[in-house]
C-alpha cells in the first residue's frame, strides 16, 4: 500500500442511496441490476440507464463504482451472462465483482479491459488461494469474513500487488462466507442465487425425535435465551479500524448493506470515514464512531473474527431478537432544493430534531416564522418548527411519514440531510438494562 490512503466502499443499493453513500464520505460504492447479482431485491432497483447513471455521477466526482456479478449461474444460464458481462463493461464500471472461476474467465474474455475483484463468496482465507486468482487476472479479492488481521497481512506479504478488500460492518450470515441453504431447502429462495429469504433470522421452535418409538416432544428453552438459534449478530469492527489501517494490508474496508436504509448508507459512511480520517489525523476515537453506529438498526453488535478467531468468541448470536430499531428514528430527508424535507417518520410543533448533515455540510442558524435552526452546546445542529407548511402553505397541525407532500423548512440544508430524533423506547430500554429503571 506505501502512503495510499485506504478505501472507504459503501453499499448502492439504489441511485438514491448511491449518491447519499458519496455525500456522508464513501469512496467508492458497489451495486447491480438483478441479473446474477447477489442482491436481486435491491438489484431490482437499478436499471442498466439508472446504473450508468450512478456510475456517471460518480466519476465526475472522482469516484468509484464496482459492479456486481458475484451469482453462481447455472448452464442454462451461460449464454444470457455472457450477454449481460457486455452489456455491464458497455457502462464503463471500475470493476466487476465475480464469485465463481468460470465467470472469471468469461469477464477476462469478454471485458478485458474490467479489472475483476473477487466476491468473498470465494472464501479466500490464505495466499495459495489468492495466488490462484491472481494467476487467473483478479486484482483484488474481498476476503472471507471469517479471516484474520494476521491472514490478511500475510497474503499481503507473499502478493503485495494483490488488492485486500474486508468487510467492517453490516448484517453476518451464520454460513460460512454467506455460503448458506437454508433459505433454499424451506422456501425455494436460493441464497447463492441472490433471492436469500432471511431464514436465519427467524425464531425457531427446538424438537427431539425418538425414532424407537415415533415420539416428538419440545424442548424447553433456556430462560432468557430464547429461540433465535442461527441469528447472527451484526458485524461492526469501528473500534479496530486504527489496528487495520495500521496492518498496511488491507486496501479496501468495506460495509455490507444495499438492501438497508438510505439512514443507515449515511451513517456507516460517515462513520467510518470519521474513523479513517481521524486515524491518518493520529485523532482516532472509537466511543466516537460506536455512538454514531448505534442510531441505525441492528442485531446487536460483534467484533466478529479479524482480531478474535471464531473458536475464541462467544458473543457473535443475538437469542432475543430479530432486528432492533438504533437509538435515533428518522424522521425527514431534505430534498433537491434544500428548501424542503419529506417526513420519514413523525414531526410535530416544538420538536427538537437533529441535524445530521453530509461531511463539511455548512449549516447556517436562522429564526423566522416557520421554525429556527441552531447549534446546541454539544456542537450539533437542530431545528424545530414554529408552524408545519406544505410546499402549498397548507399548514399542518403535524406530519407522518404516509403524508408525501414536501415539507418547509425554517432555512436552507444540503441534500440529503438527515433529520433525526431519539428513539425514546429504545432509549429507555437500554437505560433499564443498565439498572437505570425500576419495575
Excluded: W
Excluded at 450477454?83 to 474467465?105: Q, W
Excluded at 447463492?192 to 424442548?219: I, K, M, P, V, W
Excluded at 466511543?287 to 471464531?310: C, M, S, V, W
Excluded at 429564526?367 to 437542530?382: A, F, H, L, T
Amino acid at each position: 500500500m506505501g502512503n495510499k490512503k485506504i478505501e472507504l466502499l459503501s453499499p448502492a443499493g439504489n441511485l438514491e442511496k448511491l449518491k447519499i453513500a458519496f455525500k456522508y464520505g464513501a469512496d467508492a460504492v458497489y451495486g447491480g441490476v438483478s441479473h446474477f447479482s447477489l442482491r436481486i431485491r435491491s438489484g431490482k432497483e437499478f436499471s442498466y440507464e439508472s446504473f450508468k447513471e450512478g456510475i456517471d455521477y460518480a466519476h465526475s466526482l472522482g469516484k468509484k463504482v464496482y459492479a456486481t456479478i458475484n451469482g453462481f449461474p447455472f448452464n442454462s444460464q451461460i449464454e444470457l451472462l455472457k450477454k449481460h458481462i457486455i452489456k455491464m463493461a458497455e457502462l464503463e464500471p471500475d470493476a466487476l465483482i465475480v464469485a465463481a472461476p468460470g465467470v472469471v474467465r468469461l469477464c477476462r474474455e469478454l471485458a478485458p479491459n474490467i479489472p475483476i475483484h473477487l466476491s468473498t463468496q470465494a472464501n479466500v482465507m490464505n495466499y495459495l488461494d489468492a495466488q490462484v486468482y491472481y494467476d487467473m487476472g483478479v486484482r483484488r479479492i474481498i476476503a472471507a469474513r471469517e479471516i484474520s488481521l494476521k491472514d490478511v497481512k500475510e497474503i499481503k506479504k507473499h502478493l503485495p500487488d494483490m488488492e485486500i478488500e474486508i468487510f467492517v460492518h453490516g448484517s453476518m450470515c451464520f454460513a460460512y462466507s454467506g455460503r448458506c441453504l437454508v433459505s433454499a431447502v424451506q422456501m425455494g429462495r436460493v441464497p447463492n442465487r441472490g433471492s436469500c429469504a432471511n431464514d436465519c433470522r427467524f425464531q425457531y421452535t427446538l424438537y427431539a425425535a425418538n425414532e424407537d418409538h415415533s415420539t416428538l416432544f419440545r424442548l424447553e428453552e433456556e430462560p432468557g435465551v430464547g429461540t433465535y438459534i442461527f441469528n447472527a449478530k451484526d458485524m461492526n469492527l469501528a473500534s479496530h479500524v486504527d489496528e487495520i489501517l495500521g496492518s498496511g494490508a488491507v486496501d479496501s474496508i468495506k460495509i455490507e448493506g444495499r438492501t438497508k436504509s438510505p439512514y443507515y448508507a449515511a451513517v456507516t459512511a460517515y462513520a467510518y470515514r470519521e474513523a479513517i480520517d481521524d486515524f491518518y489525523a493520529g485523532k482516532f476515537d472509537a466511543e466516537k464512531y460506536q455512538e454514531e453506529l448505534a442510531t441505525t438498526k441492528n442485531r446487536g453488535f460483534t467484533d466478529a473474527y479479524l482480531i478474535h478467531r471464531p473458536f475464541e468468541k462467544n458473543d457473535t448470536q443475538n437469542h432475543e431478537y430479530a432486528l432492533s430499531k438504533g437509538s435515533f428514528e428518522v424522521s425527514g430527508l431534505v430534498t433537491e432544493d434544500e428548501e424542503h424535507f419529506y417526513c420519514k417518520y413523525k414531526t410535530y410543533p416544538n420538536d427538537k430534531i437533529e441535524i445530521f448533515a453530509p461531511l463539511n455540510s455548512e449549516i447556517k442558524e436562522v429564526n423566522n416564522e416557520i421554525g429556527k435552526i441552531y447549534k446546541k452546546d454539544d456542537g450539533k445542529y437542530y431545528v424545530s418548527f414554529k408552524k408545519i407548511l406544505t410546499e402549498t402553505n397548507k399548514e399542518l397541525e403535524s406530519v407522518h411519514s404516509g403524508n408525501t407532500n414536501k415539507i418547509k423548512l425554517p432555512g436552507k440544508l444540503p441534500y440529503l440531510t438527515m433529520l433525526r430524533v431519539e428513539n425514546m423506547e429504545f432509549n429507555q430500554k437500554e437505560s433499564c438494562m443498565s439498572g437505570g429503571c425500576s419495575d
